[in-house]
């Protein structure tokens, strides 16, 4: 029971009590000390706040807990107030700064969260940028938005990236402007595709721990559920191993990524029917387009200042034809299945929108 607190209720006929009391992790009874008390019975253990604010946890309505649990030890290119890069130079101090402390087992460098619109060059950093920093060891640096990153040339050959390498649909390898040499950086499904394919995976003895950490990071914010959205292969094995190891210490809701499901089926399939180990899976995802931040959301108007290289008429990047993203909503309407949907850009919010009425129209349904 915890007393000595102003709660906050979230019920308006009633928006602050001094009292809750909870049992077999339900909440028994908000309100007045002594209904309270009452209500508790005796032998309740008693939790004094000392007069500080007791609030609801936050669920988190869209996040990547094993993405975040992924990047936990990685170099942070955040820029201020966030972090410290405020420069392409500052970059590469930081990375210099991993290098000169890198194990011995460590093959890569790997930071996450750089911002080039806040960056002092304006610019995204290029592989001859990374070069400096090392040759012999492959370098990647992930966008603030997760939808592109920038290799060093170790790290593009060891992907296969090169002028003769074609992009991949739904992606971008961006080039020299009037040649096909790449610079570095790799946009959304050419990402996707180093991401899922060539990127150094976490050791699985490391998986627990990293989760248990990530955990306890949301659960000092406030956060009691979170979201992995567009789980992958070693997202849901992190998952696994860690709610099988009862290192959880917040409930983790998943949302594989639509493409991975069957190669998902066999981890995910405790997680089902409910909670698990404080895992459950609820539904799928599908990503129909890029982010704002890297100007690859896909807009039914030109971007008024597109990206570098790019025709005025650039809009951004759609992942999938219409007819493909009709067939996956349409497929998980008929099995039951709840759809998230990863639409930054207007015109990939028409395309969801017109995919989930073609569903209803196909199930009898019209609207709802």
């Known amino acids: 029971m915890f007393v000595n607190a102003e709660v906050l209720t979230m019920d308006e006929r ?9 049992r077999g992790g339900r909440i028994l009874a908000v309100g007045d000390l002594d209904p309270v008390l009452a209500a508790a019975g005796s032998g309740v253990r008693v939790v004094d706040l000392g007069g500080h604010t007791l ?11 094993a993405q975040v649990a992924n990047e936990l030890d990685w170099v942070d290119l955040a820029p201020p107030p ?8 500052d970059m590469l101090t930081a990375l210099r700064a991993r290098l000169g402390r890198l194990a011995a087992e460590h093959k890569y460098i790997l930071g996450t969260g750089y911002d080039e619109s806040i960056l002092e060059e304006h610019r995204h950093p290029t592989k001859e940028d990374l070069d400096r920093v090392s040759t012999d060891l492959p370098i990647w640096v992930v966008h603030v938005s997760r939808h592109m990153a920038v ?4 790290a593009l050959d060891q992907a296969g990236i090169a002028a003769a390498t074609p992009d991949p649909v739904g992606g971008v390898i961006v080039r020299r402007t009037g040649s096909r040499e790449p610079t570095g950086l790799l946009q959304e499904a050419a990402w996707a595709h ?3 394919t060539f990127f150094p995976s976490v050791p699985e003895h490391h998986h627990s721990e990293l989760m248990r950490r990530t955990g306890q ?5 406030g956060i009691t559920t979170a979201q992995d959205g567009a789980t992958d292969v070693g997202g849901m094995k992190m998952l696994r191993r860690a709610a099988e190891d009862g290192q959880l210490p917040i409930d983790v809701l998943s949302y594989p990524l639509y493409q991975l499901a069957d190669r998902l089926r066999a981890d995910a399939e405790p997680f089902l029917r409910g909670y698990a180990g404080r895992v459950r899976v609820g539904g799928l995802k599908i990503v129909l387009d890029g982010s704002p931040q890297g100007k690859t959301a896909w807009l039914t108007e030109p971007y008024l200042v597109p990206p570098p290289g790019e025709p005025a008429s650039y809009g951004g990047i759609p992942l999938f034809a219409d007819d493909d993203v009709y067939r996956m909503v349409a497929d998980c309407f008929a099995r039951g299945v709840q759809v998230l949907a990863h ?10 929108i017109e995919a989930v009425a073609r569903a209803e129209r196909g199930r009898g349904r019209e609207g709802g």
């Open 55 to 65: 609030i609801p946890g936050f669920v988190d309505g869209h996040g990547h807990f």
């Open 343 to 352: 639409a930054n850009g207007d015109a990939a919010a028409e395309q969801m």
């Open 194 to 196: 180093v991401r899922l």
């Open 217 to 221: 990071h949301y659960a000092r914010l």
């Open 82 to 89: 966030a972090g410290a890069i405020g420069s392409i130079e």
């Open 14 to 22: 009633r928006p602050i009590a001094q009292a809750v009391a909870v």
């Open 151 to 154: 290799g060093n040339s170790m």
